[in-house]
Each structure stands twice: as C-alpha cells, then as structure tokens.
C-alpha cells in the first residue's frame, strides 16, 4: 500500500510523495519508508526505518531521515522587503536493540540505542548564506546515547474498543 503525501513545501510549492510500510509473513522484516519532493524541485525530504526481529531478541532497529524547516524570512536591510528564507536541513540516523518481555496480563521492554544529529543551515536562494552570521554557515553535530524501558498491564476486554483498566509507564 501507499499513502499520498500532500503538504506545504517549507519555502515555495508543495510537497508531493508517498509513505508506505510493510512487515513479512512471519513478522521478521518490517519497515517503514517515506518521501517527499517539494514542486520547486528543491529541498526533499525522506525517511525509512527498519526492524529486524529474526533473533527474537533483541530487535534491532534502524533509521534515516532528512527534513528541511523554514526559520524565518530573510529580509532587505532597513525595510520589510522579504528577499530569501532561512532553513534549518536535519539529517538524523539512529540504531537501538530492545529487549521485550510479553506476558498474558503484562507487557515490559528496554531499549539501549544511539543516534546522531546533524543540523546545518541553507538560505533560498543560496546566495544570502554568506551574508548571515558565521553561526549559521557551520554544521552541528550531536550525538546521543539512549536507555528507555516500558511496562504495562492494560486490559482488552472482548467488547472494549481499546485497552483499558490497567497502567502504562516509560521513561527514557
């Protein structure tokens, strides 16, 4: 299957792309994927994740995506006059293992996991980069390091339209 993605490009025209997800028959591959290319031909953004569940336990798990945001107006100096726009470009890849733990009445996982981050900054159109502070013409990297744990006893009563009567707790 695949849905359409139609939104507001961050700068000019629209995003047009698709998402889709799949898992095989005995649920050892999954994955998730999506894609969008803005009608000005510029700035697209793009993510996939991937779960491999074939040791049982762990499940590794990997991820990609790009994203642009629009920062603000670039603006002629003195007046209101807008002449460009400020993006923000992240690009983030992360890779974890969880340890999950089914029960017939409760449910428990850990994750431990690390990623990294990194920001940079673009003007359209690209000539007013330059310009702007040095703060905005250098890349950012960060880094992580992750931990998360889960636990829940919610119910599913044979005629509830969702789970109830019960807690859920995570922390990360």
């Known amino acids: 299957y695949w849905y359409p993605i139609l939104e507001d490009a961050p700068v000019r025209g629209t995003l047009l792309g698709a998402q889709t997800s799949g898992v095989d028959v005995v649920g050892r591959h999954a994955y998730s994927a999506f894609i969008a290319i803005p009608s000005s031909g510029s700035y697209p953004v793009g993510g996939f994740g991937y779960r491999y569940a074939g040791l049982r336990r762990p499940l590794l798990d990997v991820g990609a995506s790009q994203d642009f945001d629009a920062q603000g107006d670039l603006l002629r100096d003195g007046t209101n006059e807008v002449v ?32 990294v981050e990194r920001r940079d900054f673009l003007t359209d159109p690209g000539e007013f980069l330059p310009q702007l502070d040095t703060s905005f013409q250098r890349a950012y990297t960060f880094p992580r390091l992750f931990v998360a744990a889960s636990f829940s006893n919610v119910q599913r009563p044979a005629l509830s339209i969702s789970q109830e009567d019960g807690v859920s707790l995570a922390a990360t």
């Open 84 to 115: 460009g726009t400020l993006l923000k470009r992240t690009r983030d890849a992360s890779l974890s293992a969880t340890f999950v733990r089914p029960r017939v009445r409760t449910g428990a996982s850990v994750s431990v996991g690390a990623g």
